[in-house]
């Protein structure tokens, strides 16, 4: 089983950035691939950036392409979503997610990812 806490939310001007964190519980989290996830108020969950075990592969939707940035870092159990030049679209509740297929290729489907957090506010006033 493996618990997954997002921190770094909270409200934020447009071109501003913030950094999420999702700490980890479990000695596999290494061998997983992370995802994060976001949602907004009157629309379905969808998906913001992957990254597989080791780091060396990631991927973004098209919308977050070259703003934000996902990393990871295995020592601490801890994967993290740099947003940069925030929108105001870009507000919604995060979440980190992992899939538990060990060493796995990561993915950009939601029903791939079998750990969720609890979700964090991102907030982006115009």
């Known amino acids: 089983q493996v618990q997954l806490v997002e921190s770094g939310g909270g409200l934020v001007k447009a071109g501003g950035s913030l950094r999420l964190s999702c700490a980890a519980s479990?000695?596999?989290?290494?061998?997983?691939?992370m995802g994060w996830f976001r949602q907004a108020p009157g629309k379905e969950r969808e998906f913001v950036a992957a990254?597989?075990?080791?780091?060396?592969?990631?991927y973004y939707a098209d919308s977050v392409k070259d703003r934000f940035t996902i990393s990871r870092d295995n020592a601490k159990n801890t994967v993290y979503l740099q947003m940069n030049s925030l929108e105001p679209e870009d507000t919604a509740v995060y979440y980190c997610?992992?899939?538990?297929?060990?060493?796995?290729?990561?993915?950009?489907?939601?029903?791939?990812?079998?750990?969720w957090g609890q979700g964090t506010q991102v907030t982006v006033s115009s």
């Open positions: 997610a992992a899939d538990n297929l060990i060493r796995g290729p990561g993915s950009r489907k939601d029903h791939d990812y079998d750990y």
């Open positions: 479990g000695r596999t989290f290494s061998s997983y691939a």
């Open positions: 990254i597989t075990w080791s780091g060396r592969t990631t």
